[in-house]
């Protein structure tokens, strides 16, 4: 073997044995991941509450049967809400409309959009905290030496020195606040999530508000108007009685009030008739100038007979913004482990393996390798500034186990709400049904004495006003009855899918 051959196999022996140093360097490296625990109390979830329902009354049923529309309604206890719970109202058309919602609507892009952002971020910080970093790079760096200035003779020389090497970089979680750092922004993104189911719940609740709204006010304003015709038709009697000397002026002047008062009433009625189309477009993702929106009656509406009714220890573990509140809570606790985790040493690691020659051409050659190793501990001895960290994490621990506190009594309330809501609603309906039905059975008494001659006319304009009145308030009563149900929907979480 020559002595080029010799020096060859040499260097190659050297290049070997100094990767072999770094790889046993990165073993140990990571090994040492093994080896961290994790300060700071882990995460539980609060206990749920501990009580057997929402009022001090139980509720039983609470329908009636008015005119079919409706039914008896009953709870049902632990019952799963379906997760289209907007399908039990029976319209194929409100079905439809909330897809295209879903599809469509700013408001659930920008919750979908700021999911993804959290999600992102956790990705982003759980590769940089998690595994080491690993950077190429390669320098040319001309240099100038000038033996003067080491005492020496001799004449200043020019060279340029090529680097071309890997580097590794890790910080050794020792205490674990890269874990707890993680933790809290999993527990972000988690939040996000539960933010997006409510926003997604509280918009096919307001879409079905705003149908069902935009229904009543349709009928209403119908029956208005008819209200509005017989008033007209019976003004114009009295005063052709009046100018037949068989009425009093003061007649025409009281009609006329009565039919000016409800004639002032339908402008009022087409305004939120217009201003929840306004509404419902937006809703939907449209402009308000939007006329391709479907038209609703609430005959088309069906009154679930069973409405679903959990227990709150279940409430707190399916409403988005309880879920999301303890998503908060699990992030603060996180957080104030991270703030006592820099307390502790910090312990960072880094290798890198180069070649470095005065020629290009001889990079990755024999003999060219260099590497080193470096390990670094610091500990905190005088820093106030982590200490008051430490206190703030704490407090803000605090304000949001404040803060689920107050969402859950909130969620309590609003179930309660709307348990009494649907109660009293009910006995309402009811009242209006009957009223209704009377206030019907009268008009057609008059009609009957109006064909036999025993009634007059303006007997039946004014029975067929106080119909139009009675069915007025009924149309109300019916539409509260619907957005009751929608309203315990929503209060349940929605559904599950």
């Not at 999530?193 to 009543?216: D, F, S």
């Not at 068989?246 to 008739?273: H, M, N, S, W, Y």
Request: glycine letters at 8%.
């Amino acid at each position: 073997m020559g002595s080029a051959e010799v020096m060859h196999s040499h260097g190659t022996d050297r290049a070997k044995t100094d990767h072999t140093h770094v790889l046993a360097s990165t073993a140990l490296i990571l090994a040492g991941l093994l080896t961290g625990c994790t300060v700071g109390p882990d995460f539980k979830p609060p206990a749920a509450p501990d009580m057997p329902g929402y009022t001090a009354v139980p509720l039983g049923t609470i329908g009636i049967r008015t005119h079919g529309f409706g039914g008896w309604q009953h709870f049902r206890i632990g019952a799963n809400v379906s997760a289209q719970w907007w399908r039990d109202l029976g319209s194929s058309k409100l079905n439809a409309l909330i897809e295209q919602a879903f599809q469509a609507s700013p408001t659930l892009v920008s919750a979908q959009s700021t999911l993804r952002q959290a999600q992102e971020i956790y990705a982003a910080q759980e590769g940089a905290m998690t595994y080491p970093q690993v950077d190429a790079g390669f320098s040319a760096q001309p240099q100038r030496f000038n033996p003067i200035v080491l005492g020496q003779d001799g004449k200043a020389r020019e060279f340029t020195l090529f680097n071309a090497g890997v580097n590794v970089h890790y910080q050794l979680d020792l205490a674990g606040g890269n874990r707890r750092a993680l933790e809290a922004l999993a527990a972000r993104a988690e939040y996000r999530h539960h933010e997006l189911e409510g926003t997604r719940l509280t918009l096919a609740g307001n879409i079905v508000t705003a149908v069902v709204t935009q229904a009543k006010l349709v009928a209403q304003i119908q029956s208005t108007e008819a209200i509005l015709r017989a008033q007209d038709e019976q003004l114009h009697i009295t005063q052709e009685r009046v100018r037949l000397g068989q009425g009093a002026p003061d007649e025409i002047l009281a009609l006329q009030t009565q039919v000016e008062q409800v004639r002032a009433g339908l402008p009022l009625l087409r305004k939120q008739c217009q201003q929840n189309e306004h509404l419902l477009a937006t809703l939907t993702g449209r402009a308000p100038e939007d006329g391709s929106l479907p038209t609703f009656t609430l005959e088309e509406f069906t009154l679930p007979s069973a409405l679903p009714l959990v227990v709150p220890s279940e409430l707190v573990r399916r409403r988005p913004d309880i879920l999301g509140a303890e998503a908060l809570l699990h992030a603060a606790n996180a957080e104030y482990g991270s703030a006592i985790a820099r307390l502790y040493p910090q312990l960072n690691l880094s290798g890198s393996l180069a070649t470095q020659t005065l020629i290009a051409g001889a990079l990755f050659g024999p003999g060219s390798a260099i590497w080193n190793v470096l390990g670094q501990l610091t500990q905190p001895l005088f820093n106030p500034a982590l200490p008051a960290e430490k206190h703030a994490a704490l407090a803000a621990f605090d304000a949001a186990a404040a803060n689920y506190q107050s969402v859950v009594l909130e969620s309590l309330r609003n179930v309660a709400d709307v348990l009494r809501a649907l109660e009293n609603d009910a006995q309402a309906l009811a009242a209006l049904a009957a009223a209704d039905a009377a206030a019907q059975g009268s008009l057609q008494s008059v009609q009957r004495q109006y064909a036999l001659g025993a009634a007059s006319y303006v007997q039946q304009l004014i029975a067929q006003q106080a119909a139009q009145q009675t069915r007025i308030n009924l149309i109300a009563a019916q539409a509260q009855r619907l957005v009751d149900s929608a309203a315990l929907y929503q209060a349940m979480g929605g559904g599950i899918s």
